[in-house]
């Protein structure tokens, strides 16, 4: 799930300022769960920049707005709307935003930041996991990510700022290093606590990554 | 090879530990900016008084003047450096670069750190760098003593330094500190300055757990001057891994009113006593965090004079 927060209303009103006529896309996935671009955060964008006086052209909420050829469909279906858009609100992540981009030539405007990808606690509540490094190191450490889940991101142990479990950086965050330690040793592991890490390939996912998968059955006769 | 600074006046941190004798360290704090007097002035009251001077590393992720530079006035100044290494605001090229530039200005004697992080400090909004921390901060060091970065290239020239690290004896939960303290020997570490202890007895417990991991590398107490109730209380509740039992509270709770700082420096002298008379560790490290005029009076009251040592 790709966690985003809503951006300050104003801070939105300032990126429309000068297009009066917005089309706003939210996203039936991530952002629906999130509560930041599902229908009735859009609905409530929409009568709150109508109330501004904007026009809002139109408006649509469809699964997966990262998905390119499918957010290209979706326009060319309401084409209506969009072609009297003076440009797009987009209520989800960034590469919801940027799918849009590709879609269109007018103003495309984020209204959430992207903050992590996270797990979903309960609902409203998210954590951050995984940072998407390209190199899982997760086998070595119980299961449990010392990239992410330490505010360091180091690979040998807890640094000395861990107090009672707790992180230096928020008395409300668990050291991720003591999770390792208490889950290796449960496992009878602490081998691979002991273990020393060598430094960590921070180029596995060589920005901007690009993954392309051969289709199967392609290839042969 | 040519060092450029190759006349090493006094003694090296190795060579004295080596030796048997026991190492007195002090501390200096770079300042915010250019004005460098009081810190020449701390570095001329301390050179021949301690065997050596840390220089910390943008200490408490707080921007200051660099450590390198630091300890090449130290040097200039006929005093001995230990150069504190981060890992938070340079990435494994900027810190063996540095590591070369240090090694051919005859700097021996590198601490490495992972470094606090960033939230902690006065750039709340800087990038925490963290390519590398302590434990592969000490085997970067260790492929270049022979002769290779980390990049598996070969160096026209490596380096050699005395590898020191630091542990957490207050830290909680102390196991895997402990595990941690073991792969930094393994990694190269000869030598460990530990984070704060005020608490001798659970000093003395971390000692005993620390000689049975190893009883060859060499340990040194960290002892930060207690200056008044204001800072204990802030220390308690704010510094990881330090923690001011209640004994030294009370001490200074009930020093007359003027007299805390001199009541800090008389339970200074009193631990820096206790670890020599009673073997406990093989040197001291006196962080006075700020207050480094001070130092000569507490070693004075401890007895301790390097050069009758």
């Known amino acids: 799930m790709i966690i985003t927060t809503s951006k300050p209303y104003e801070e939105v009103l300032k990126e429309l300022e000068g297009e009066d006529k917005v089309f706003i896309v939210g996203c039936g996935s991530c952002a629906t ?14 009568a709150k920049l109508e109330a501004e006086g904007k026009t809002v052209t139109g408006t649509m909420v469809y699964e997966e707005v990262c998905h390119e050829l499918n957010t290209k469909r979706k326009f060319r279906e309401n084409k209506e709307a969009v072609e009297a858009a003076d440009g797009f609100l987009v209520m989800c992540c960034g590469a919801g935003v940027q799918s849009v981009r590709e879609a269109t030539e007018k103003g495309v405007h984020p209204a959430c930041n992207t903050v992590f990808l996270g797990n979903i606690l309960r609902q409203g509540n998210f954590t951050e996991k995984c940072s998407l490094c390209g190199d899982c190191v997760l086998e070595d450490f119980g299961a449990i990510c010392p990239v992410t889940r330490c505010h360091k991101g180091i690979l040998n142990g807890p640094c000395g700022g861990t107090d009672e479990g707790k992180c230096e950086t928020d008395k409300e965050k668990d050291c991720g290093w003591t999770l390792i330690y208490n889950q290796l040793e449960k496992m009878g592991k602490l081998d691979r606590f002991r273990r020393i890490y060598g430094l960590k390939n921070w180029q596995a996912n060589m920005k901007p990554g690009r993954v392309i998968f051969e289709k199967k059955g392609e290839g042969g006769e | 090879m040519t060092l450029l600074i190759d006349k090493h006046v006094k003694p090296s941190i190795q060579e004295i530990l080596e030796s048997g004798t026991f190492l007195v360290t002090g501390e200096i704090g770079p300042p915010k900016g250019t004005d460098i007097d009081e810190m020449i002035h701390h570095i001329d009251l301390l050179k ?240 006075a965090i700020g207050k480094e005029d001070v130092v000569p009076r507490i070693l004075e009251e401890a007895g301790v004079d390097i050069t009758k040592m």
């Open chain 1, 33 to 46: 769960t999130c509560e930041t671009g599902g229908e009735e955060q859009v609905a409530e964008m929409k």
């Open chain 2, 48 to 287: 021949d008084k301690v065997h050596a001077m840390n220089i910390t590393d943008n200490q408490s992720s707080v921007m200051r003047y660099p450590s390198l530079g630091t300890a090449l006035i130290i040097k200039e100044r006929g005093g001995e450096p230990n150069l504190q290494v981060t890992c938070r605001d340079r990435n494994r090229l900027a810190i063996e670069a540095d590591l070369l530039f240090a090694y051919t200005r005859g700097i021996r004697s590198v601490l490495c750190l992972t470094g606090d992080s960033i939230p902690v400090g006065d750039h709340k909004e800087a990038k925490g760098v963290f390519d590398c921390e302590s434990v592969q901060l000490l085997q970067i060091i260790r492929n270049m003593e022979e002769g290779k970065d980390s990049g598996g290239n070969e160096l026209q020239g490596g380096v050699q330094f005395y590898k020191g690290a630091i542990v957490t004896p207050e830290a909680d939960p102390i196991e895997p500190q402990m595990i941690k303290f073991e792969k930094k020997i393994e990694a190269g570490a000869q030598w460990f300055q530990t984070q704060a202890v005020y608490d001798m007895d659970n000093f003395k417990r971390f000692m005993e757990r620390a000689r049975k991991i190893n009883d060859k590398v060499k340990i040194c107490a960290g002892l930060v001057l207690l200056t008044s109730m204001g800072a204990i209380k802030y220390m308690n509740a704010n510094v990881p891994g330090v923690f001011v039992p209640d004994h030294l509270v009370k001490e200074m709770a009930e020093a007359p009113k003027g007299e805390a700082l001199n009541t800090g420096i008389r339970i200074m002298a009193r631990q820096i006593r206790q670890c020599i008379d009673e073997k406990l560790c093989d040197g001291v490290h006196i962080m």
